[in-house]
T-cell receptor
């Protein structure tokens, strides 16, 4: 298994509360990603990082922010959680970018917003 | 926007039969197409990938074909086994952003013993 740890693995929170999910890697890969997985939608990119303090938006970034202060850690924050953000969140890493660079996923965080 | 369509959404086969999953993509300049397998409650794992300069790639019982003209690619699993039961996702890396991998909605494959 790629050295990716997501925490927490499960979380239940109330609408309007802030939530932070953590992704920690031990592979020293430059590229890190946050995806959400919902039935009927596959995996959709939220935000990604191409280096320390370098991040950019993905397909479904509204309501989310990220930070990467160290190579090994990539944080996803929901500033004010909504029920539509109930999902399974996967962190992924990649050594390179572009053709021939597969993503390696963490074990996911199941978030429920009540 | 750019997207990946995947069919069928569910597929049931008898053990030993073949299974085929098809995907189409919209960005004609896409150059990388991985396939992921996700078992229940687990993370997606890469099973095979293909680059745009290759028409077919095989790895034991798994093969992927790519038709760039038609903008579609397919996953073929031969001699299916119960442990092949999982959700399979196709993906395409979009040309305007090498960090933007778009996924199909998934195919739930069930292999009946």
């Amino acid at each position: 298994d790629a050295g990716i740890t997501q925490s927490p693995r499960h979380k239940v929170t109330e609408t309007g509360t802030p939530v932070t999910l953590r992704c920690h890697q031990t592979e020293n890969h430059r590229y890190m990603y946050w995806y959400r997985q919902d039935p009927g939608h596959g995996l959709r990119l939220i935000h990604y990082s191409y280096g320390v303090k370098d991040t950019d938006k993905g397909e479904v970034s509204d309501g989310y922010s990220v930070s990467r202060s160290k190579t090994e850690d990539f944080l996803l924050t929901l500033e004010s959680a909504t029920s539509s953000q109930t999902s399974v969140y996967f962190c992924a890493i990649s050594e390179y970018t572009g053709e021939g660079s597969p993503l390696h996923f963490g074990n996911g965080t199941r978030l429920t917003v009540t | 926007g750019e997207n990946v369509e995947q069919h069928p959404s569910t597929l049931s086969v008898q053990e030993g039969d073949s299974a085929v999953i098809k995907c189409t993509y919209s960005d004609s300049a896409s150059n990388y197409f991985p396939w992921y397998k996700q078992e229940l409650g687990k993370r997606p794992q890469l099973i095979i990938d293909i680059r745009s300069n290759v028409g077919e790639k095989k790895d034991q019982r798994i093969a992927v074909t790519l038709n760039k003209t038609a903008k579609h690619f397919s996953l073929h699993i031969t001699e299916t086994q119960p442990e092949d039961s999982a959700v399979y996702f196709c993906a395409a890396l979009f040309s305007y952003n090498n960090n933007d991998m778009r996924f199909g909605a998934g195919t739930r494959l069930t292999v009946k013993p």
